[in-house]
C-alpha cells in the first residue's frame, strides 16, 4: 500500500531553476512513486553552509510511494549523482539536493537515513513550500501543527521565485 511521502528538492549551483525540473522529471519516472503535487520555488540564503554561498531554490513534492523509505533513499541518491552531485554529506554548494522530509507516519532513524527530517521543524525554506501545498500538515513526532514551527521572521527568509501554485499533476 502506497504511503504519502515528501521530498524537498533544492539547488544553489547551474541552472538551478532547470536543476529542480530534471530532478522532479527523474522522480517522476522512480517505479512505485506517483506525484501527487509539486509546490511553487522558493529562494533563499545559504544555511549551515561556510563563506559566501549562491543562493538556493527550493521546492517540495508530494508523492504517493510504493516501497520503503531506505529504497527512497537509493532512489533520491541516484538521481542527485545522475544530475552531478558529488558531494553528499558535505556543507558544500550542489546542483541538486533530495531530501526526505516525511514518509507517512513513519520514524526512521538508521545510519544512513532520518525521517522525519531531523532539520525539517528548523528550516523555513523547506517548511513554507510544504505549507503550501499540505497547509494543515501535523509533525509526526511531535504532534504539533508544523506551521507552528514558522514565525514572521523565519517565513521572511524565504522569497517566492516562481509560482506553481501546487499544481496537481
Not at 19 to 45: F, M, P, T
Not at 87 to 115: E, H, M, N, Y
Not at 123 to 140: D, Q, S, Y
Request: glycine share 6%; no cysteine; hydrophobic share 40%.
Amino acid at each position: 500500500m502506497a504511503e504519502t511521502i515528501y521530498l524537498l528538492l533544492g539547488s544553489n549551483l547551474g541552472d538551478r531553476e532547470q536543476n529542480l525540473a530534471l530532478a522532479e522529471s527523474k522522480l517522476n519516472a522512480v517505479e512505485g512513486l506517483e506525484l501527487l503535487a509539486v509546490s511553487s520555488i522558493y529562494e533563499s540564503s545559504a544555511v549551515d553552509m561556510t563563506g559566501e554561498q549562491p543562493l538556493f531554490l527550493n521546492q517540495v513534492i508530494k508523492a504517493d510511494y510504493l516501497y520503503t523509505p531506505v529504497e527512497l533513499l537509493d532512489h533520491t541518491e541516484r538521481i542527485e549523482q545522475e544530475l552531478g552531485r558529488t558531494d553528499k554529506g558535505r556543507r558544500a554548494p550542489r546542483s541538486i539536493d533530495l531530501d526526505i522530509l516525511l514518509f507517512g507516519q513513519r520514524t526512521v532513524k538508521t545510519d544512513r537515513l532520518v525521517v522525519p527530517h531531523p532539520e525539517l521543524t528548523r528550516r523555513p525554506f523547506a517548511l513554507v513550500p510544504l505549507i503550501e501545498i499540505e497547509p494543515g500538515i501535523v509533525h509526526p513526532v511531535t504532534g504539533k501543527p508544523l506551521s507552528s514551527y514558522l514565525s514572521g521572521e523565519s517565513v521572511r527568509s524565504v522569497m517566492l521565485f516562481k509560482e506553481y501554485v501546487a499544481r496537481n499533476l
